[in-house]
């Protein structure tokens, strides 16, 4: 079992940047891929980032060219830069992590792949 905390969540003004990070604990030596995922207030949830243990990753068409996922060495910490945020962009960001070893890119943004969520971090970007 694996717990997922996000931080760096908060409010900014439209073009500016955030980082968002996710510390994750427990049995993190199963960790196969973390990723990054948003719901904003009457819409459904979005897979924006994702990476796996070998550092592929993917993006959601929306964030391409302006979000970045990375993690740390010990893979137990993964992080989102966020460039160029927009009003759209404001949503709670949730963790994800604990997904099946070796499954395809395109499902690192599914939320059926994982297993463990945080609490969210919310952001929220002014016109």
């Known amino acids: 079992q694996v717990r997922l905390v996000e931080s760096g969540g908060g409010s900014v003004q439209a073009g500016g940047s955030l980082r968002l990070s996710c510390e994750i604990s427990?049995?993190?030596?199963?960790?196969?891929?973390m990723a990054w995922f948003r719901q904003a207030p009457g819409k459904e949830r979005e897979g924006v980032a994702g990476?796996?243990?070998?550092?592929?990753?993917r993006y959601a068409d929306s964030v391409k060219g302006r979000f970045t996922i990375s993690q740390n060495n010990a893979k137990n910490t993964v992080y989102l830069q966020m460039n160029s945020l927009k009003p759209e962009d404001t949503a709670m960001y949730h963790c994800?992590?604990?997904?099946?070893?070796?499954?395809?890119?395109?499902?690192?943004?599914?939320?059926?792949?994982?297993?463990?969520w945080g609490q969210g971090t919310q952001v929220t970007v002014s016109s």
């Open positions: 994800a992590a604990d997904c099946p070893p070796g499954i395809a890119i395109r499902m690192l943004t599914q939320a059926d792949s994982f297993a463990s």
């Open positions: 427990g049995n993190t030596y199963k960790i196969a891929c």
């Open positions: 990476i796996d243990i070998d550092g592929r990753t």
